[in-house]
């Protein structure tokens, strides 16, 4: 166990730099800072260097500005335009992950279940009574 924490740390310690070094290409490029990119053609057949270039280049304002926003969302700074639309789909996530969980349950207890082709059309039906028990009830 001792040797597989050891073997892993160093594994982690890698991916924590790797993260570190995208981080701050991130941050040059939103900062309009000169960029190196290296390109080069090898030729596997012949065994040897075609090409090997190098350039600089400063970002675009598009490039500066995706850039900037990757990193403000990585931080948690920036959050998608509409706050109730991604909570919707954090609750749409958790009720499928229930249903889920649920059919497993009742597949692991010996329970028979209907395909949910079967299964959704009435409870879709069920919805909509309730929605208009709602409506009648608020003078809708």
Known sequence: ????????????????????????????IGMGREIKARSSTYDNIKKRMLEDTTISYSPGAKQ??????????????????????????????????????????????????????FVMPELMKESETDAGDDNKETGD
């Open 1 to 28: 166990m001792v040797y597989m924490k050891e073997r892993l740390q160093s594994i982690e310690r890698k991916a924590d730099l790797d993260v570190d070094k995208a981080i701050a290409h991130l941050l040059d």
């Open 64 to 117: 500066q500005v995706e850039a900037l926003e990757l990193y403000l969302k990585y931080k948690g700074v920036l959050r998608n335009a509409s706050k109730d639309l991604e909570d919707a789909q954090t609750r749409k996530a958790k009720a499928e992950a229930d249903m889920a969980e649920a059919r497993a349950e009742d597949v692991n207890n010996g329970k028979k279940l209907e395909p949910m082709e």
